[in-house]
């Protein structure tokens, strides 16, 4: 595994690990997975294909999601990510073909916002 393939696999499972780790933040797991060194080469597509093979992944994003308690932010909702900007309600909402693909298009904006 080279080191964009590990860092897919990092920030794929971070839900997993937010989950396990109390003390964890979100910013701190997406710097453990080395996103911000390879953040141009981990594509949607590639968190496309890593998300196809582990459905307790989507899953993990899906409950993510929902957990979110923030006012402004991407969110994923079946085959729907959208932004939504507190005041002004949905910014932007897309739909997906697939639900790997839509869960890979949130996974890349959610990380994408938390690094600015």
């Given at each position: ?7 897919v ?7 997993v690990?937010f ?17 911000e060194r390879?953040?141009?080469?981990v594509?949607v597509?590639?968190l ?13 994003w899906l409950?993510y ?21 507190a ?10 073909p ?5 869960c890979?298009?949130f ?5 994408d916002?938390?690094?600015?």
């Open positions: 595994m080279n080191g964009v393939q590990e860092t696999a990092k920030v794929c499972a971070i839900p690990a989950r396990r780790d109390p003390d964890a933040t979100l910013r701190s797991l997406l710097e453990a997975s080395g996103y390879f953040r141009d080469q594509t597509a590639e496309q294909r890593c998300l196809a093979t582990h459905p307790d992944l989507l899953e993990a409950a999601s929902e957990g979110k308690q923030v006012k402004t932010g991407w969110y994923l909702e079946g085959l729907v990510v959208g932004y939504y900007q005041g002004q309600g949905m910014m932007s909402r897309e739909r997906f697939d639900p790997a693909r839509a890979a298009e996974v890349k904006k959610e990380m916002s938390l690094l600015g």
